[in-house]
């Protein structure tokens, strides 16, 4: 069956970086499209990222662009989101999830995935 798996999250100092690995299994994965989303506690799921499945084309949220970089590995099939200039807004759980196929306009609405990994916390002191 499918499966995605999150790492590196853990607790990262305001201003710092980390990078989110998402390790996928049982699809053929440069047949998928990837995105990130987080959520916070209190709030809804929301967008970060997405890549095209050969990588050429990334999405941004506006709250993450120019911090936030998506990149993927098909040879590794794992997608990274490297974070950067982290800021205590950023405290969330990350999931990363997977759409088949490529993407259309709405790579930023959950609704459109199918896999969902079982996500990573990230927590950013002040």
């Known amino acids: 069956q499918v499966q995605l798996v999150e790492s590196g999250g853990g607790l990262v100092q305001a201003g710092g970086s980390l990078r989110l690995s998402c390790a996928a299994s049982g699809l053929t994965f440069i047949a998928y499209s990837m995105g990130w989303f987080r959520q916070a506690p209190g709030k809804e799921r929301e967008f970060v990222s997405a890549i095209s499945g050969n990588g050429e084309s990334t999405y941004y949220s506006d709250s993450v662009k120019g911090r936030f970089t998506i990149s993927r590995e098909n040879a590794k099939n794992t997608v990274y989101l490297q974070v950067n200039s982290v800021k205590t807004e950023d405290t969330a759980v990350y999931y990363c999830?997977?759409?088949?196929?490529?993407?259309?306009?709405?790579?930023?609405?959950?609704?459109?995935?199918?896999?969902w990994g079982q996500g990573a916390q990230v927590t950013v002191s002040s």
């Open positions: 999830a997977a759409k088949a196929g490529r993407f259309v306009r709405n790579w930023y609405d959950s609704r459109i995935y199918k896999y």
